[in-house]
């Protein structure tokens, strides 16, 4: 990835063993894949503006003994920001990384079925309203759907638990964009997005969010139904909707 963007859109750069320290270490922690513009503000306020520095200070800062719990913590780090091993960022190096960890004491059987396999009964009843309820547009190829603050107190649910749905409604096959629309409790509206193939993060910048090319969010200061009209005109391009606006979100509300 930070190759093809380098020297975009003249030509891809090969970062290798070799060259990487010349290439990525001058670059800005902005770069960096899944680092967003929360993340990288925290960076920012501890003195880290580029990967150098970020090398830096963890090699200054490993003079400590990784234990059992730090271990786990660690992997399943990993675990989560690589979907677990299933992301475009899992690499030769994710897994000798995961490897090593593994050596120190962390334990993958324990951590996937506390994370995968210990959901309260009220997360996976409000998942399935929502996945149950979703709208499909443009022959399947757009999910959304609603999550209202009515549905988590019928489904006893918190705000948290409704991480995972876009994941859910983008493993359709046809689907290509997927994303939830929850009302907070001051009645707005928080997006959430997921993606195969469109930059989630382009999406979610005009209404000052942010994040990833395939995972991004942003919040819209009305209720669902008015921020988001039905049918929520969504082109992503001209890859749905040629005659569609090229911005990806038509969006009547204000901002």
């Not at 603050?149 to 359709?172: S, V």
């Amino acid at each position: 990835k930070l190759g093809s963007d380098y020297k975009k859109p003249d030509a891809v750069t090969v970062i290798s063993k070799e060259n990487y320290k010349d290439i990525v270490f001058p670059l800005s922690v902005q770069e960096m894949i899944y680092i967003g513009k929360s993340t990288q503000k925290s960076l920012n306020d501890i003195g880290i503006n580029t990967i150098r520095e970020e090398e830096i200070k963890i090699n200054t800062t490993r003079d400590f003994k990784i234990t059992k719990d730090i271990a786990n913590c660690l992997y399943t780090g990993i675990m989560t920001d690589t979907g677990s091993f299933r992301y475009e960022n899992t690499t030769e190096n994710t897994f000798e990384i995961a490897s090593e960890i593994i050596g120190l004491g962390a334990n993958p059987c324990k951590i996937s079925k506390a994370y995968y396999d210990n959901r309260p009964k009220a997360m996976v009843s409000l998942h399935a309203y929502a996945v149950n309820n979703a709208e499909f547009l443009y022959n399947d190829k757009v999910a959304y759907t609603f999550v209202s603050k009515e549905i988590f107190e019928k489904c006893n649910a918190k705000d948290e638990h409704t991480d995972g749905i876009a994941e859910l409604l983008r493993q359709i096959k046809s689907v290509e964009l997927a994303f939830v629309l929850k009302e907070t409790s001051m009645g707005h509206t928080k997006v959430s997005m997921r993606s195969k193939t469109i930059d989630c993060a382009k999406l979610c910048e005009k209404y000052d969010g942010g994040g990833h090319i395939h995972a991004a969010g942003c919040t819209i200061k009305k209720p669902p139904k008015i921020a988001f009209p039905t049918p929520i005109q969504i082109a992503a391009k001209p890859k749905f909707q040629p005659n569609l606006p090229a911005y990806p979100i038509n969006i009547t509300a204000e901002k």
